[in-house]
């Protein structure tokens, strides 16, 4: 399904980036990296109307040649970032949706241990099963 997992901390660099092949690893990273620029223009433009509640899942970032990314903001301004590949074509917006519902309550699970920092690397091995079995699931 995904070929890239990233989480961005609010400050915007990056807790945990994880790709499907290391050889187009640096693309992914400049890929997620461009990605922070449409996260926080779109922040901005829900932010103005105050009547607006705020989404969590921004939905399409953009599209490039060969991946759609796909952004989703907690409220604590921690930014996800889900790469998929343009040719899978079976992949929905729901389906979208629920990767980011299972990685944010990964995210939140890794939070309530009482050994991790918020703002540090993740390193967490159930984390890092997780994320393996979003990226698995083709």
Do not use: Q, W
């Amino acid at each position: 399904m995904a070929v890239c997992v990233a989480v961005i901390a609010k400050e915007n660099y990056p807790l945990y980036i994880k790709t499907i092949s290391t050889e187009n690893e640096l693309r992914f990273y400049y890929t997620v990296h461009t990605s922070l620029d449409v996260v926080e223009e779109k922040i901005s433009s829900v932010g103005k109307n105050s009547n607006d509640l705020r989404e969590l899942y921004l939905g399409l970032l953009y599209p490039t040649e060969d991946f759609k990314v796909y952004g989703y903001v907690t409220n604590t301004k921690v930014k996800f970032v889900i790469v998929v590949e343009t040719s899978n074509t079976s992949l929905r917006d729901n389906e979208i949706r629920s990767m980011f519902r299972k990685l944010h309550n990964g995210y939140v699970n890794l939070l309530c241990n009482p050994f991790y920092t918020p703002g540090d690397s993740i390193s967490s091995c159930s984390f890092e099963k997780m994320v393996s079995s979003m990226m698995r699931e083709d």
